[in-house]
Structures are given as C-alpha cells and as structure tokens.
C-alpha cells in the first residue's frame, strides 16, 4: 500500500471584510504569538490578561480595516511599559511580521488583508521609533482604512 500524498491546505478565498473575519484573524494571530519561542516570552512576563487584550486587539483591527469606531486607546504608547521590562530588538519585530504575515496568508486573501499587513509594517517601524526615542516622519497615528483608501473618496 502507498501512502497519501500530503496536500498543502486550500488558499483562502475571501477578504477580511467583518467583524468576525478580524476575530478569527486576531484569535489566530495571537495564538501564535503566544506560542512562539522568541516573542511569547514577552506576554508570559507580563502576564498578559489575553480575555481583556483580545477584544481590544478586535476593536483596533476593526478601526484599522472596516472603520469601526469602539477602539479607545494609544497603541503604540500602551508597549512603552512592556519595552520597559522587555526591552524590544529587531529579532522581536521580525518575527511578530513573519507571524502576522503567515496568519493572514492562511486565512484571507485580498486588498484589506494586504492593506492589513501593510499597516503591520507601519506600525512596527513608529513602534522601534517611539522606543527608541526617534521622532521622524511617519509616527504620526495609523489611519483608519476608511480615511485613507475607501472606494469614492
């Protein structure tokens, strides 16, 4: 008897265009990043309370792609004092974007997810900015996806 070959899993066919599709990316996502021996560390040593950061993560990325209102807060100022305890280096950036990357591939396909990576990367260079004490172009706040790029306007 032969064995079964192995087939890579079904590319995704939708975009993050709900509310739920930014949970299932978020609740993966972070999963992951829990998990990973390079950046779970971090949330280990703070002792992350993951059943209040989820739905915080939930509103931000809704306010980012879909234009949500409900996310209330200053994202890159929250990391201040985790950077404090946990000191951020490139390896830690790199991999939160590998993992940011890898989760959205699996799952969706289209212009909001590249649009959602692409704010990964934003927010990732104002983050090693602010942390590094830079102040440069580019660390102004993160757009909504509905100011900047939004059909008709």
């Given amino acids: 008897m032969g064995t ?6 079904p590319l995704p066919t939708t975009d993050l265009t709900t509310r739920d ?3 299932v990316f978020v609740r993966d996502f972070y999963r992951q990043v829990a998990q990973d021996d390079v950046i779970g560390p971090v949330f280990d040593g703070m002792r992350v309370d993951w059943g209040a950061h989820v739905p915080k993560l939930i509103d931000f990325w809704c306010w980012q792609l879909l234009g949500e209102r409900g996310y209330d807060g200053h994202p890159l100022r929250a990391h201040e004092p985790v950077a404090e305890r946990f000191p951020f280096g490139p390896e830690h950036y790199e991999r939160w974007l590998e993992l940011f990357d890898t989760t959205m591939d699996i799952n969706f396909i289209g212009p909001r997810a590249d649009l959602a990576k692409h704010r990964a990367r934003r927010m990732a260079k104002a983050l090693d900015r602010l ?3 830079v102040s440069a172009p580019g660390s102004e706040p993160v757009q909504p996806y509905f100011a900047v790029s939004a059909p008709g306007r």
């Fill in 21 to 23: 599709d930014i949970d």
């Fill in 131 to 133: 942390l590094g004490g």
């Fill in 4 to 9: 079964i070959p192995d087939h890579p899993p």
